[in-house]
C-alpha cells in the first residue's frame, strides 16, 4: 500500500512539473497559464474524493471495468470542455454543448465501427 501511495505521489509531482515547463517553454499557451492551477486543482479534488470513497469502503484491490474508464473519460472529457470555453471567455453554455457534440459523434463512430464490423 505503500509502495502505491509513493508511485502515485511521485506520478503527481512528475505530472505537475511536466505542466509548468510547458507553459514554461510555449511563450504562446501563457494565456491559459491562469487557468491551468484551476484544472490541476479540479482534478486533485476529484482524485481525493476518489480515493477516500475507496479508502472508507476498504478494498482490497482497485478494479478496472470498462463502465468505471468510460465514466472517468467522460468526466475528464467533460472537464477539458468547460474550463476550454473559460480559457476563451466564452459562455458556461458552450462548454456543455461542446460535450455533448464530442459525445455524439463519439456514439456515432462506435456505433458505424459495430455495423461495418459484425458482418
Do not use: Q
Not at 472508507?56 to 478496472?64: G, K, P, Q, T
Not at 467533460?78 to 458556461?92: A, C, D, R, T
Request: hydrophobic share 60%; proline share 1%; glycine share 6%.
Amino acid at each position: 500500500m505503500k509502495g502505491n501511495l509513493w508511485k502515485t505521489i511521485v506520478l503527481m509531482l512528475f505530472s505537475a512539473i511536466i505542466i509548468y515547463f510547458y507553459y514554461g517553454i510555449f511563450v504562446f499557451h501563457r494565456e491559459f497559464a491562469t487557468y491551468k492551477y484551476l484544472y490541476i486543482g479540479i482534478i486533485a479534488f476529484l482524485y481525493i474524493v476518489y480515493k477516500a470513497y475507496y479508502i472508507f469502503l476498504e478494498y482490497d484491490r482497485v478494479i478496472f471495468t470498462g463502465w468505471k474508464i468510460l465514466s472517468f473519460f467522460l468526466l475528464h472529457l467533460f472537464l477539458l470542455s468547460v474550463l476550454y470555453f473559460m480559457f476563451n471567455g466564452s459562455p458556461g453554455v458552450s462548454g456543455f454543448i461542446l460535450f455533448f457534440k464530442i459525445c455524439i459523434f463519439l456514439f456515432l463512430i462506435s456505433s458505424l465501427n459495430i455495423i461495418l464490423f459484425s458482418f
